[in-house]
């Protein structure tokens, strides 16, 4: 259940400062100080003051907020910040109780429960998990970070955050290069392109997809078409692919910025993507559970992979394109092989919704990062846990290896990104 407590101080914090739900840095930190074991109450109402429900409901006359109001803010955190229903609703009641105000008896708020399941050959390293350690912090987000890329090279690191930029990082000092301004909503997604020449940004603006010149920093196109969630380059630089809420994948002509092909099923909201090694292949994973795969060549549905109960976040391929590791809201870590569609194994550790997961460059290793603020490495042919890292303070939504496979980045809501070094 939700904690009503916090709605209490959140009252005394409004009543204190009536415009304090315009400042979200020092919203969130006066929350946290008062209630920080209690993170997801604490997330739910920035969550919700960032996308305009205080604002909105100080705009109702009168002491009750109606139900259509109730209704069209619930539908945004939904839309928008992919905010369950019922934690939308119990949002939106807080806020408008911080106002004094109740919301309209015919539109039922309630706390829901916990959140149960939403539902060419590399050199092998000679891996020693016991010896993993925190090589370095990058600090310079204002905001929570959602998405990490290595350049090709090693030696960039890109990082996407909602505070609406893309910052890049020199990895052997961890020094800010350059921060890429431009998009007016969360940065979603962060992708190199096979040359390091550019890179992609995916985000929740009326742009779209962005793509820079890494060398200058200069933009060098937007496509527009959906709000998106993931972007991946093909292997041969020549497309991107991007997920969107809007139930489909879209395939983008990178020299030309033209939409080549447009990739949907029954509908459902797709919540990543990843080519295979030989680009044959497109795998999204969607909001219901299933992952889909596609031809990419003729935009045909190759196949369904089904078993995760809940909402796919992440996929990604092994190097030699033979297994497809996914991630997801049920908690759990799949393998599949992609030739037969098979469920090879299923990785279970993790006690919270699982974001993101990346295999090392030789294929051997696994990593998964989740909610429970925790990224975990699995041996990825017998599925066994090797190490749990810790230190993030909020949840892991991004992990990458580098392309020497020495290095892991973890990108978290505690805005930072940390990298570790998991290879003598």
């Known amino acids: 259940m939700m904690n009503d407590a916090v709605l209490t101080k959140l009252k005394e914090l409004v009543t204190q400062d009536a415009a304090l739900y315009r400042d979200l840095l020092r919203l969130e930190g006066f929350l946290r100080d008062y209630a920080a074991e209690h993170r997801r109450e604490v997330n739910v109402l920035v969550t919700a003051a960032r996308e305009g429900v205080p604002a909105e409901l100080l705009k109702v006359s009168g002491s009750e907020v109606p139900s259509m109001v109730v209704d069209r803010l619930v539908r945004r955190l939904y839309d928008h910040a992919g905010m369950d229903q019922a934690l939308a609703r119990w949002a939106v009641a807080g806020w408008a109780a911080a106002f004094g105000k109740t919301v309209a008896s015919g539109t039922p708020v309630y706390p829901p429960s916990p959140p149960a399941p939403f539902v060419t050959s590399p050199v092998p390293m000679l891996w020693d998990v016991a010896t993993v350690r925190l090589v370095r912090t990058l600090k310079g987000h204002t905001h929570w970070v959602r998405s990490v890329a290595f350049a090709p090279d090693g030696r960039l690191l890109a990082s996407g955050s909602d505070d609406n930029t893309v910052r890049l990082w020199d990895v052997a000092s961890g020094q800010l290069v350059r921060t890429l301004k431009g998009h007016t909503d969360r940065v979603h997604s962060v992708a190199f392109s096979p040359d390091g020449r550019l890179l992609a940004s995916g985000s929740w603006d009326s742009t779209i997809i962005r793509l820079w010149d890494v060398a200058s920093g200069q933009l060098v196109r937007t496509l527009e078409g959906h709000t998106v969630t993931s972007v991946a380059f093909a292997p041969d630089g020549r497309l991107l692919a991007s997920a969107s809420r809007d139930g489909t994948v879209r395939l983008w002509g990178v020299q030309s910025g033209r939409l080549v092909r447009t990739l949907e099923g029954p509908t459902a909201e797709v919540w990543s993507v990843a080519f295979s090694p030989d680009g044959r292949l497109l795998a999204s994973g969607l909001w219901d559970g299933p992952i889909r795969l596609w031809d990419v060549a003729s935009g045909q549905l190759v196949r369904t992979l089904e078993g995760h109960t809940n909402l796919v976040r992440s996929v990604a391929f092994a190097p030699d394109g033979r297994l497809l590791a996914s991630g997801s809201d049920d908690k759990t870590v799949r393998l599949w092989d992609v030739q037969s569609g098979r469920l090879v194994r299923t990785l279970e550790g993790h006690t919270n919704w699982v974001y993101s997961v990346a295999f090392a460059p030789d294929g051997r290793l696994l990593a998964s990062g989740s909610w429970d603020k925790t990224v975990r490495l699995?041996?990825?042919?017998?599925?066994?846990?090797?190490?749990?890292?810790?230190?993030?303070?909020?949840?892991?939504?991004?992990?990458?290896?580098?392309?020497d496979g020495r290095l892991l980045a973890s990108g978290s809501w505690d805005k930072t990104v940390r990298l570790w070094g998991v290879a003598p």
């Open 378 to 403: 699995w041996d990825a042919q017998t599925g066994a846990l090797l190490r749990t890292l810790e230190g993030h303070t909020w949840e892991v939504w991004s992990v990458a290896f580098s392309p």
